[in-house]
């Protein structure tokens, strides 16, 4: 069995709640939302995959981001 690389991947910053231990709006300074295109999700996830075969990994994703 190949050994793991695990990717923490934040896709979105879109949520309508403004939970206070949430470090996308703590500072309070408007920031303005970011998510990733469709096309920016393909690209990345196939980089990933392609560092893991590089390396003899398996891949592992932790999504994460937007409105829970």
Same mark, same amino acid.
């Given at each position: *069995?190949? =050994?793991?690389?695990?990717?923490?991947?934040?896709?979105?910053?879109?949520?309508? @709640?403004?939970?206070?231990?949430?470090?996308?709006?703590?500072?309070?300074? @408007?920031?303005?939302?970011?998510? *990733?295109?469709?096309? @920016?999700? @393909?690209?990345?996830?196939?980089?990933?995959?392609?560092?893991?075969?590089?390396?003899?990994?398996? =891949?592992?994703?932790?999504?994460?981001?937007?409105? =829970?």
């Amino acid at each position: *069995m190949k =050994p793991t690389f695990a990717f923490q991947w934040h896709i979105t910053d879109a949520c309508d @709640q403004r939970c206070k231990h949430c470090y996308i709006f703590s500072e309070n300074n @408007q920031k303005k939302i970011d998510s *990733m295109t469709l096309s @920016q999700i @393909q690209k990345t996830f196939q980089n990933c995959v392609d560092f893991c075969e590089k390396f003899n990994r398996t =891949p592992h994703f932790y999504i994460t981001g937007g409105d =829970p």
